[in-house]
């Protein structure tokens, strides 16, 4: 850990903690929660909510609840709730005995909206949604009253009774809150709190046909829990007022919602609805297709989880919505597996290099480091022959100056070997293309440099063609092609909570048809002794992860995990 992630972290939510406990309000007490809908799987920007409520709840020693949000059970699955699971424990928190379900409160919400009906708060109304909206008006004109609005509180706990009961079909009634329907705050103009919906739920069956709101259930969830700081999204600072309204129409204990800015990267998506639609729609091979934001993509792909810790900690807690360049996290893993990844030589585009005297049944074993970063991690001994593997762009028959590679008449060093001068080449009779450059060594500069003291300005990466093998590599671009694939704005959502019910656009116009490639590459044999779940640099390519999925004994599968230099930049630019 570096000397700036050892400081304490500050920002304006931490300070306002700091305040509360310092201040005696809520007994001294912090209790955060992360409360997502068990509807998909993580992604990035829950990274960064994660972090927060739970390190808020470390740093003061407090607790961090995990909280299913699983009031939808049309959407909701327990693949979901494990995974879930899963990707916090990765990231490297802890819940404890505080797991929790929004399900685990569905009587006591149940009685809190009889409360609000009894006292003449809350009313049936059997406006379809459209209707509703057009009733409901726009902010700078007045809502419309509802038919039913002035129900009486025994007809509205009649028929509230009978929906639970499930004598109504889906849509055919619902629970507002009576607030203001010329309220500028849309929320706040009869907002729903419950409808019906026979549909089995992954906890409680079909115990219930008549399920609340987000809205409704948030706040109460909240306050059972007994919740001292309620950490949303900007999206939510409009609901706050209801939320505030609700919990005093409640007469419930009362926590403090604060909102702060969602995380948002370049060349991705952060809306598990839009994820599902790749999903489903084949555009990825699943939700931990590498190239997904999603946390079981990252995890795949190779990053790591204190990488992904740093990188929220390094974008920071504001009140200010950006847009976050996804080198920044690409930066983080780059630091971390630059200190941690042993080195090794992949050659992901081959051609033959045969060294033409060199002894045709010579093989040596030469000495190469594995992590100049990191002393301890020794070295490996690997093979060398007459005939070697070379970057099929580390030579040109032609080059200018500023190309200190390979071309006829150059002399370059083998990496850990020898030095080489390009003699010519061998093309294939019908195509013309290259299929050999020949060159010859020089014995004397054995590992690398020379007696003499002449130096060369070019070193490129080999693997031997006697002794090495063949690995299948995927090497991954932007899963976009441009920095802002969304077309539409998303509306209220959460990169906390929930994503947006609002329409989708043609985001997926601009998914990027190179995101992936395949190669059989040709690497030493050290690579093929690597388990499944291992890091490592392909020397002058980037750093490789074999694919915990797909790798099997003896014959891993590599997955890029990010480049050593910023390519795709150059290329989009």
């Known amino acids: 850990m570096s000397k700036a992630d050892a400081e304490p972290l500050s920002d304006f939510i931490r300070d306002k903690v700091a305040e509360d406990v310092a201040t005696g309000k809520y007994d001294g007490r912090v209790v955060t929660r992360f409360p997502p809908e068990p509807n998909g799987y993580l992604h990035i920007g829950h990274a960064k909510a994660i972090c927060l409520d739970f390190g808020i709840a470390e740093e003061t020693g407090g607790v961090c609840h995990l909280r299913f949000d699983d009031t939808n059970p049309e959407k909701e699955d327990v693949e979901y709730v494990d995974s879930i699971m899963e990707d916090v424990r990765w990231l490297g928190f802890d819940w404890g005995e505080h797991l929790y379900y929004a399900s685990d409160y569905f009587e006591k919400m149940y009685e809190c909206a009889i409360k609000l009906i009894s006292d003449g708060k809350a009313y049936v109304c059997e406006l379809s949604v459209d209707a509703f909206k057009e ?9 419309k009253l509802t038919p039913g609005r002035d129900r009486s509180v025994e007809e509205n ?20 809150a009576r607030i203001d329907m010329d309220s500028p705050n849309l929320h706040m103009r009869d907002p729903a709190l419950y409808r019906i919906k026979h549909a089995p739920h992954h906890r409680t069956g079909d115990t219930w046909c008549l399920y609340p709101t987000y809205d409704f259930a948030h706040g109460l969830e909240d ?6 700081h309620s950490l949303c999204t900007l999206e939510f600072e409009v609901h706050r007022p209801l939320y505030d309204w609700l919990l005093e129409a409640c007469e419930v204990y009362r926590p403090a919602q604060t909102e702060f ?15 599902l639609e790749l999903v489903e729609g084949h555009y990825v091979s699943g939700w931990d297709d590498p190239r997904m934001p999603t946390l079981c993509g990252l995890r795949r792909r190779g990053y790591t989880a204190d990488s992904i810790r740093r990188f929220c900690r390094g974008v920071g807690i504001t009140k200010v919505e950006s847009l976050t360049d996804i080198s920044l996290l690409e930066h983080h893993i780059k630091d971390e597996l630059n200190r941690t990844a042993r080195r090794v030589m992949a050659v992901l585009d081959p051609i033959k290099l045969v060294i033409e005297n060199y002894p045709e049944d010579q093989v040596e074993e030469l000495e190469a480091i594995n992590n100049p970063e990191d002393e301890s991690a020794g070295t490996r001994a690997v093979p060398f022959s007459r005939e070697l593997w070379i970057e099929r762009a580390d030579f040109r028959e032609e080059a200018n100056r500023k190309f200190h590679r390979l071309t006829p008449g ?92 609002g329409t989708s656009g043609n985001f997926k116009d601009n998914l990027n048809p190179d995101s992936l490639t395949t190669v059989r590459a040709k690497v030493e044999p050290a690579i093929l002794a690597m388990g499944a779940g291992e890091h490592c640099q392909f020397e002058r390519k980037g750093y490789f992860f074999s694919d915990p999925k797909d790798s099997r004994e003896g014959a891993p599968r590599f997955n890029q995990v990010v480049p050593l230099r910023d390519s795709w930049r150059k290329r989009s630019s």
């Open 157 to 176: 706990l009649d028929l509230f009774g009978r929906m639970r009961a499930g004598e109504f079909e889906d849509g055919r009634y619902v629970l507002r």
């Open 261 to 275: 800015a969602r995380l948002n990267l370049t060349y991705t998506v952060m809306s598990k609805r839009k994820l």
């Open 410 to 501: 150059r002399e370059v060093r083998l990496r850990y070997a020898y030095f080489v001068t390009c003699t010519g080449v061998v093309k294939d009779d019908a195509t013309g293309e290259i299929i050999e450059v020949h060159c010859t060594y020089d014995p004397a500069t054995r590992g690398g440099d020379a007696p003499d003291g002449r130096r060369v300005r070019g070193t490129i990466h080999w693997v031997c063609a006697t002794k090495g093998g063949e690995a299948d590599v995927r090497l991954y671009d932007r899963l976009f092609s441009v920095e802002r694939p969304d077309t539409v704005d998303e509306g209220p959502a959460s990169a906390t909570t929930r994503d947006s019910a």
């Open 135 to 143: 009733y409901r008006g726009v902010p700078t004109r007045p809502g």
């Open 223 to 228: 306050s059972i829990e007994r919740v001292t």
